[in-house]
């Protein structure tokens, strides 16, 4: 009998699914390839006009998704100025209209105002709940949506394209030395319809509202029209799989091929092999006491089995979430 599916799939989710949709996906071919009712959650929502990143935890698993829910994520997006929807994105209908288009120069030159500590209103369109309800219901119904202004961190915020694009943003105001055009003193700003940005953000941050923001900072107003989402917390792109990758689990492909190990999401959580006195204790909730390690989280194992994640403090363990995991390693 095959055996119960403990770790992580990271799925690169494509757009018009959403996040409910992927994990049932996950469900239906672990239940094809006839394996017992597993437990099944993601880390963190993407819209369904969302692609990319999407870690979607199984059995033990599960018991780390709060924490990928509170970690930094990176995002690709793209806005597009001179209009702007109700949902923020492609999706919505336009509320907002105007003629300016920004110069690159200054949408690059704005980017350090939103880097940091910021504060953002969050969409009306978003699972924030207001009084009992989420607020994309209450807009849908055509309701008076207010959410309250909340603080993130934008730990890194740059114009797509690297040192080309400032290479670009440079030689669109150099003039060529030695030989000035007296007709043409300055050269014509370059102006943007759209322009394609990297984020990467703290939990909680709304990418359609910084897209919202930066526009209306820079005098116009804009909608974002591609969102990709590359890494969130210790997960990558490079380790994301196709929706075609994870339709073959249910034809009888290996799971073990696509399947990460649950420690594959406490990257940079140093590891600590108990000896087997100690992994009892710790199985069974007990503190453990004489530990020589530094105070922090580590991940206690017994051998290469994953036990619980423990607070040490003064070489005394807490437990803080226990894996109920085979004893031995297979």
């Given amino acids: 009998m095959i055996g119960v599916a403990n770790g992580w799939i ?5 757009r018009g699914l959403g996040s ?13 390839a006839g394996y017992p009712k597993t437990k099944i959650g993601h880390g963190g929502t993407l819209d369904p006009l ?3 990143v999407l870690p979607i935890a199984l059995g033990e698993a599960t018991k780390l998704a709060g924490r990928m829910l509170d970690s930094d994520k990176t995002y690709v997006f793209t806005i597009e100025f001179g209009s702007e929807t109700d949902t923020l994105d492609a999706e919505g209908a336009v509320v907002a209209t105007s003629e300016r288009r920004p110069p690159l120069a200054a949408v690059e030159a704005i980017l350090a105002h939103f880097t940091g500590n910021i504060e953002q209103v969050p969409p009306k369109y978003s699972a924030l709940k207001v009084e009992g309800r989420r607020a994309y219901d ?11 202004t ?9 114009l797509s394209g690297g040192d080309g694009a400032r290479e670009s943003l440079d030689s669109a105001f150099a003039n060529t030395a030695g030989r000035p055009d ?7 700003l370059e102006l943007a319809d759209a322009v394609t940005l990297t984020a990467n953000v703290s939990k909680g941050t709304y990418v359609r509202s910084l897209a919202r923001d930066i526009a209306h900072a820079l005098g116009t107003v804009g909608h974002v029209t591609y969102l990709r989402r590359t890494k969130a917390g210790p997960f990558t792109e490079s380790q994301a799989i196709s929706l075609d990758k994870l339709n073959e689990i249910g034809k009888g492909a290996a799971l073990d091929a696509i399947l990460l190990p649950l420690e594959a999401g406490l990257d940079g959580i140093p590891a600590l092999t108990l000896d087997p006195e100690s992994a009892q204790a710790v199985r069974h909730g007990r503190v453990v006491s004489g530990l020589p390690q530094p105070d922090g989280l580590h991940l206690a194992k017994d051998r290469n089995v994953p036990v619980a994640l423990i607070e040490i403090s003064d070489g005394t363990a807490k437990v803080v979430r226990g894996f109920n ?3 031995t390693a297979e």
């Avoid at 049932?24 to 071919?29: G, T």
């Avoid at 119904?141 to 309250?148: I, N, Q, S, T």
């Avoid at 909340?150 to 740059?158: G, P």
């Fill in 10 to 14: 990271i799925l690169d989710k494509p």
């Fill in 20 to 32: 409910t949709q992927a994990v049932a996906a996950v469900k239906r071919n672990l239940r094809e």
């Fill in 50 to 52: 969302a692609e990319g």
């Fill in 138 to 148: 209450l807009a849908r119904a055509g309701e008076d949506v207010r959410l309250e």
């Fill in 150 to 158: 909340r603080k993130v961190t934008v730990h890194s915020l740059t």
């Fill in 182 to 188: 007296p007709f043409d003193p300055e050269p014509p």
């Fill in 325 to 327: 995991l085979p004893d």
